[in-house]
């Protein structure tokens, strides 16, 4: 053993004894002092991982791209990235155990090639041996959020370097490991709803992905924005993580509204916020603002979205051509982003890690404090598509990070 091995080792039984001799001023029996020790030594060991193991799991999963260290804005893609054919080839699998792997592979990669007018599906009848395994494929294929690569793209292309905000971009597909569940156990989790037959699951194991996100921020904060001795932040940031959306549209046709900002879970308080109440209110208000004040935009809503509310907040332009603030019916699937774990970066959370051999540990993340803000936003496929609405709206976030630098200092 090395005299490094050696301290760490002398260290770890100094903590063994000290535990112990605790217990039985405690008057632990003695019998169950052992479950003592077992319990605190062991599950304190696990609070920390080693910096070379965070810096790996960052540099495999995410591309970092380094911003202006006096900028407090992150920007966040983390599902650009399109799965490979062998990726939905290795899922089809499981679905169709039967089928050739080769031949689900060379199914895959025709299906990834194809234009829309092409699609196979559409020329087949329900009842064809094939029909299942397009309609799975398309599912998968689907799964990337297109355009919001190229959104963050031109948002920080139009700034200046001294304002430049970082980007942290998702190297893999959802397929292979999804930062925006919510399971942080070493089990595949699965696309579409369980109990149906469409649903497939996936290989991803979760722990990584999702406290590399956790890991790659607290770097980037450490170096550049400063923490305390807790670990928390000294100044207000945020964290914008882009996603897409379907366009939603009311029973009239009309859109619902364009843009939504999760607004977390009223039930659990101060506990489920993903941003203060200030920010969120700031981010959705101005951002309603900007765009009302373009031609094309004028007619947008932007919504918060809360879990615990039945209504959604709506943004939009008022008959004084002024952006006023209501309540409307919500329309398709809440986007709260409650129930996805994104206010353990705020609040810090302590996960049960599942590993391949059923046996589970603790995974802490401390949290980064009050002054942490994420805003996770869904934008419209009708934005995302339009190759001016998508400039338009990449100039208003470039002009939102600098906003927020100004006004939340």
Request: glycine fraction near 8%; hydrophobic fraction near 35%.
């Amino acid at each position: 053993m090395t005299k490094e091995g050696s301290g760490i080792e002398a260290a770890r039984f100094g903590k063994i004894r000290k535990v112990a001799e605790k217990a039985k001023e405690a008057e632990i029996p003695k019998r169950d002092r052992r479950e003592e020790v077992i319990k605190q030594v062991g599950e304190d060991s696990l609070n920390f991982e080693e910096p070379d193991v965070k810096e790996r799991s960052i540099k495999k999963y995410w591309e970092y791209r380094e911003g202006s260290p006096e900028m407090p804005v992150v920007f966040v893609i983390p599902h650009s990235q399109k799965p490979s054919a062998m990726e939905m080839a290795g899922l089809l699998r499981e679905k169709f155990p039967k089928r050739d792997m080769e031949e689900l592979n060379s199914l895959a990669k025709k299906w990834i090639v194809a234009s829309s007018s092409e699609k196979p599906h559409k020329v087949l009848s329900s009842d064809h041996l094939d029909y299942t395994v397009y309609d799975s494929i398309q599912r998968l294929r689907d799964v990337n959020e297109v355009q919001t690569s190229e959104i963050v793209g031109e948002t920080t292309n139009r700034m200046d370097q001294e304002e430049k905000p970082a980007v942290l971009a998702s190297k893999r597909s959802r397929m292979f490991g999804d930062p925006n569940r919510p399971s942080f156990f070493h089990k595949p989790t699965g696309v579409g709803k369980r109990g149906k037959e469409n649903f497939i699951q996936t290989k991803e194991y979760p722990t990584s992905v999702r406290a590399s996100w956790y890991w790659a921020l607290e770097k980037k904060l450490k170096d550049s924005m400063g923490l305390d001795a807790d670990g928390k932040l000294l100044k207000p940031f945020l964290q914008i993580a882009i996603h897409g959306m379907k366009d939603r549209k009311m029973e009239s046709g009309e859109s619902a509204y364009d843009v939504v900002i999760g607004g977390g879970n009223l039930a659990k308080g101060e506990a489920g916020e993903l941003a203060s109440p200030e920010v969120l209110d700031w981010f959705s208000k101005n951002m309603a603002e900007k765009l009302t004040q373009v031609e094309d935009c004028r007619e947008m809503r932007v919504a918060i979205d809360r879990k615990g509310k039945e209504e959604v907040e709506i943004f939009e332009l008022g008959e004084d051509n002024e952006v006023i603030k209501k309540e409307a019916q919500k329309v398709g699937p809440g986007l709260s982003g409650a129930g996805l774990g994104l206010e353990f970066f705020r609040h810090g959370k302590t996960y049960k890690v599942e590993d391949l051999g059923g046996n589970t540990r603790e995974l802490k993340l401390p949290g980064l404090g009050k002054n942490f803000n994420t805003i996770q936003l869904e934008i419209s496929r009708k934005i995302r598509g339009n190759s001016l609405l998508r400039e338009t709206f990449s100039k208003i976030l470039a002009e939102l990070a600098v906003d927020f630098k100004r006004d939340f200092k």
